[in-house]
């Protein structure tokens, strides 16, 4: 069952967002890269025009930050926007999955929030979207109370139950207990919690509890609400975790992570139908059909148990089309000092099957994929698709050839093509070759994906830090310390490549320089200042990393400063291949204190691609990383969306046998 609590200004005990500065014209460029394009005031459809009238009955003052033909967004000051989205009545309608969530990621790092209102909410349950708009802009004619003149106390079910369905804009669900805080005998907010279960984490059985639903009445701020039902339930049930999931529709985790709680998954967007009546059919969920949510109907779930082509149009057959939110995040409260809620969490047995729940219907499992996979919004893509005319490689010229010094009878070729494009790899005397990498005069352009990646996540850890020195094992087309020198200026570099012909072919940046050497060695004898990241992208003739590139002999000598990042690059596919990146997650988890996370780059399937694995010598938050990653887009200009990429981290959990 997917859970979610009522944040949209009920929760007076969330404060209110920081106040951001005037934006730069850096940030203002993101948030127009991250918005829609706006077009002309009269292309507002019939909804957009009736909150704009309704906000304007109100005294309410808003700025059109930009608009299309799918959604509009109004800014209420810096920090504060509302994104009207209108029900789509065909393909062309729909906004692509990623969008709610990129605009969510990119107001977080800025210290804002966004709220998107889709049309459907605003038709079912605009009394209370409506209330609670006027709450979050502060009207006069929300109620506030302060929860320290409250009691809390227990509340019969079905007291809480007609409660929420007359404040929540996701109506009850069923709990086991119900705690209420009464001013007087006014009830004014109430909360919800499932029973308790035992779930074994790191090994040990802890008591846990998920808090369900919370709001206040509807036209009321409880300041100090939430937390003293959350008292109130622990004094009478101890936990050891208390875990609870936001709508990142009305804004993202920060308030309640200062409540104490700490993110432990951002989950990708969850993809529901919406037909010409009006209602939300949901794809997944324990009690779809039975609860209140409307499920698929039978027709169609047929048509998705048969196969997986092409979900959107059978959804499309039947007068329905897709709608995303912008993702659920999931905290927890550990009653645990030092608990560290998100390791915790990633240690638990048995994992959960999918964000959202197993499915066997192959057509749902498709769009649910397809959600969790949704396109970055790069604005990089049209320069890159110049590889693609950038000719042939017969047609290439010829800038360089030596012999290579670790490949018999290879040779090491530097190609120029057309575009500003140059390859540089290996040619075997049978005809075979192999790519070092890909490069463009442009340093800003990454064109391999596992490198925007890597990219991201160094960029996320070290966010701000000024003047970051790096180490690359294994420099191959130099592609990544470009990069990072033109996106960091004040960044220096030392490449290390055993192949002393890329070397030569591969000259290092202005700030950084090409050692020719053994990457092992080079670490066990090094004596100099330390890095703050070091990237590792080497392989053998099996295009699989040596073990001796995560053995513990390497890792302790590591010249890592405090605070400092491990990038490893790993190839996927074949049992060579996944053995060695087994060998490097249990190696890793056992040396770094707070383990390793891994993340897919974009593009790999269960046969081949790239596995990023991240470990650092400080603890690692994936909820910052991720606002880190966003932020990092703007501060250094960077041409990817990194915050995509570094969504995908999850913690590695090495079995007990391994």
Known sequence: MRACICLIGACAALQPPHRVPRRSALAATSAARE???????????????????????????????AQDARSKILAFGDDLALRLVPSPRSLEGCSDPGA??????????????????????????????????????????????????????????????????????????????????????????VATFTKRKLVKRAGAARRTHELLRFCALRDARVVGGISKLVKAFARDRPFDDLVTNIDRDWGGGANWRSLGFETVEI??????????????????????????????????????????????????????????????????????????????WDAQEPRKAGFYGPTKLPGVAAILDGAARHAPADDDADALASWRNAGPAK??????????????????????????????????????????????????????????????????????????????????????????????????????????????AVPGTPRGAVVVGDGVDFVATYDGEPFDCVFIDVFDGDNACPAAFYGAPFLEALPLRPGGALVHNLHLGGATRAAALAAAEAAYDAHFARGCFRAEALGFSAHSGNALLLAATAPLDRARLHEAATAARDRCGLGFDAATRVRRLRRVVVPPER
């Not at 829609?36 to 109100?58: I, M």
């Not at 959107?312 to 897709?322: C, D, F, S, T």
């Open 35 to 65: 918005a829609p394009a706006t077009t002309p005031e009269a292309a507002a459809p019939p909804y957009v025009r009736e909150v704009e009238a309704w906000l304007a009955s109100h005294g309410v003052d808003w700025r059109c930050e």
């Open 100 to 189: 709610s969530a990129r605009l969510t990621n990119a107001r977080a790092a800025r210290g804002g929030e966004i709220i998107h209102l889709h049309e459907d909410t605003w038709r079912g349950r605009g009394d209370i979207a409506r209330a609670r708009l006027l709450a979050r802009l502060g009207a006069a004619s929300t109620r506030r109370v302060f929860a320290r003149k409250t009691r809390a106390k227990t509340v019969d079910k079905d007291v809480a139950r007609a409660f929420l369905e007359a404040n929540h804009l996701w109506r009850a669900t069923n709990a086991k207990y119900a705690y209420g805080l009464y001013l007087e005998d006014e009830l004014v907010a």
């Open 267 to 344: 989950m990708p967007p969850l993809p529901m139908a919406l037909g010409a009546d009006g209602q939300r059919r949901y794809l997944v969920g324990r009690g779809v059909g039975n609860d209140g949510r409307a499920a698929l109907p039978d027709a169609l779930l047929d048509d998705f148990a048969a196969s997986a082509d092409d979900p959107v149009g059978k959804l499309a057959a039947h007068g329905l089309y897709l709608v995303h939110d912008a993702g659920v995040e999931r905290l927890v409260l550990s009653a645990t000092p030092g608990g560290h809620a998100q390791e915790l």
């Open 395 to 504: 047609d290439a010229a010829l800038v360089s050839a030596a012999p290579s010094s670790c490949f018999e009878n290879a040779t090491l070729e530097v190609r120029e093509r057309r575009n500003g494009w140059r390859t540089v790899g290996l040619r075997f005397p049978d005809g075979r070759s192999i790519y070092h990498g890909i490069v463009n005069r442009d340093a800003r352009l990454l064109h391999a994906e596992h490198l925007k990646s890597a990219a991201a996540l160094a960029l996320a850890v070290l966010g701000d830090r000024r003047a970051p020195r790096f180490l690359h094992l294994g420099h191959g087309a130099g592609a990544l310390p470009r990069f990072l020198e033109a996106v960091a200026p004040d960044s220096t570099h030392v490449s290390v490549d055993v192949d002393a012909a890329v070397a030569a």
